[in-house]
């Protein structure tokens, strides 16, 4: 049974080349009732925004083969994505976060994510989400 929130409205993407961070991602934000797909790597987050979807919320790995992370950001936001876009990394020094940041992130958070971040970062695109 899908939780009954207003997060059931929202969309996501996960970007990230492993798999399995990809899966825990995507199945977080299942349980809280946010529809999602995943890609592997920045180039293809490009891309699918480049065919017209649209997403609510890009989770974005830095560290990617093909593209990573802080120049699929860069290059979203030149073409005018406005979604909130978080970092997510498991191996950041500050400077790297800082250029993770400068590269057009709304917020950066250590993975993998759980319930009580991810509640945190929905909260910040709708302030009508709970939980619960």
Do not use: W
């Amino acid at each position: 049974m899908a939780p009954q929130n207003l997060a059931t409205q929202l969309t996501a993407l996960v970007v990230d080349d492993d798999i399995i961070n990809r899966k825990i991602h995507q199945r977080l934000l299942e349980s809280v009732g946010v529809q999602n797909q995943g890609v592997k790597n920045g180039k293809e987050a490009v891309d699918i925004h480049c065919r017209g979807q649209r997403f609510d919320l890009i989770l974005m790995d830095m560290d990617m083969p093909i593209m990573n992370g802080i120049e699929a950001t860069k290059e979203l936001r030149s073409m005018g994505i406005r979604s909130m876009i978080v970092g997510v990394s498991s191996r950041c020094t500050e400077a790297e976060i800082l250029k993770f940041m400068e590269a057009g992130l709304n917020d950066y958070h250590e993975k993998p994510l759980n319930t009580a971040k991810l509640s945190s970062i929905l909260d910040n695109i709708n302030p009508n989400f709970t939980s619960d």
